[in-house]
């Protein structure tokens, strides 16, 4: 098969990109597993949060919520989140509110009693208070998928599921894939492999980013109680994280364990550590779980994502390392990765939020 460009890696990252690339590009998104989005995508906690991560995420954030609420407002139903932190740890507060309110003001401080009304398993005796971010979004993840996957059908893009690439080689001025189902030739790679990005990196001949895949435990339990309707915890020193997930609660560790590229299975210390976490900080007593998985987060060194052209290889495109914010930051990165591609830069409606090139640029990870 021959094509303009080769996309590996059918997670968000790689199918947000293919979405956006236009339709006079032939575009073949290559996925190793039988189905699409099956490891860190199909795994994630899927919130819609401008109060999370770097501010180089937070941006990119910011620039993809026309796309929920105004696009595709059924991919996202509004939640809340809080940060609550316990009695004798106000500096937690302060640190969220120095950090974060500048670009979002709607990040507001509320008390102890205003936190155990939203989220009854939080009692008031227990917290000095915590951080509201009123306008965050619990995401339909598999929506948002079906969502890039359409569009990019639209445009013309070849989908190749069970396509494990075995060699990348170049010939030609061409790269020559090797995959499992037969060989693809292309102009342009783009490395959407998310943890393996390092291995496709080696394969390719290419110098690799150093990424670190991290993994995480997540469980879901009955809180005895209906947690419809409230916003999602996370603990102001990110120690742990709860959310309604339908009459459930999902529950996390917020644990980052490294390993090496993988298909994360659950581990059953962090799963105890989650558990035991949970009891201390709050009034659950949690006995037993209903379910459990695990995903692997990848990040760079920095924490932001690497998006661009090689140094050494322009051919070879770098879309790695979104960490645990790829589902949010996915509508604008992929318009990123989309523009940079054809060379004509970072879409203005992307940079009006202060999201540059250089910030993304994977040159900045070998200086």
């Known amino acids: 098969m021959r094509a303009d460009v080769a996309i590996i890696g059918g997670g968000i990252a790689g199918l947000s990109c293919a979405a956006a690339i236009g339709s006079d590009t032939s575009v073949v998104l290559l996925e190793a597993e039988p189905t699409l989005g099956y490891h860190a995508t199909g795994r994630s906690a899927a919130l819609y949060t401008e109060c999370y991560g770097s501010e180089v995420i937070r941006r990119l954030a910011q620039a993809s919520k026309h796309?929920?609420?105004h696009d595709h407002p059924e991919l996202g139903k509004q939640c809340g989140l809080i940060f609550p932190a316990r009695k004798g740890d106000e500096e937690a507060l302060d640190n969220l509110e120095a950090d974060y309110t500048p670009l979002v003001p709607s990040f507001t401080r509320i008390s102890a009693t205003e936190v155990e009304e939203a989220c009854p398993i939080l009692p008031a005796s227990q917290f000095a208070g915590g951080m509201l971010e009123p306008g965050a979004l619990d995401l339909d993840v598999d929506g948002l998928q079906t969502s890039f996957?359409?569009?990019?059908?639209?445009n013309g893009v070849s989908f190749n599921q069970g396509a494990a690439v075995s060699s990348i080689t170049r010939a030609n001025g061409l790269w020559v894939l090797e995959t499992a189902n037969g060989r693809v030739v292309c102009e342009t790679l783009v490395n959407a492999a998310g943890a393996w990005g390092d291995v496709v990196a080696d394969l390719a001949g290419v110098t690799p980013l150093g990424l670190s895949a991290l993994a995480r435990s997540v469980f879901t339990f009955d809180p005895g109680l209906d947690p419809s309707g409230w916003p999602m915890i996370v603990d102001a020193r990110e120690q742990w994280y709860v959310k309604a997930e339908g009459p459930h609660l999902l529950g996390s560790a917020a644990s980052e364990l490294p390993g090496e590229p993988r298909d994360a299975r659950p581990d059953e210390l962090d799963i105890a550590l989650g558990i035991e976490k949970l009891n201390d900080a709050t009034a659950l007593e949690i006995r037993s779980v209903k379910n459990t998985w695990?995903?692997?987060?990848?990040?760079?060194?920095?924490r932001v994502p690497a998006?661009?052209?090689?140094?050494?290889?322009p051919t070879f495109f770098w879309l790695v390392g979104q960490g645990g914010y790829g589902i949010k930051?996915?509508?604008?990165?992929?318009?990123?990765?989309?523009?940079?591609?054809?060379?004509?830069?970072?879409p203005e409606d992307i940079s009006a939020f202060g999201v540059k090139r250089s910030d993304l640029d994977p040159r900045r990870l070998r200086r």
């Open 294 to 302: 695990a995903g692997l987060r990848t990040f760079t060194s920095d």
């Open 307 to 313: 998006v661009g052209r090689d140094d050494a290889e």
């Open 329 to 346: 930051t996915s509508p604008a990165l992929g318009r990123v990765a989309a523009g940079l591609l054809d060379h004509g830069g970072i």
């Open 149 to 154: 996957v359409r569009t990019a059908r639209a």
């Open 67 to 69: 796309y929920y609420t």
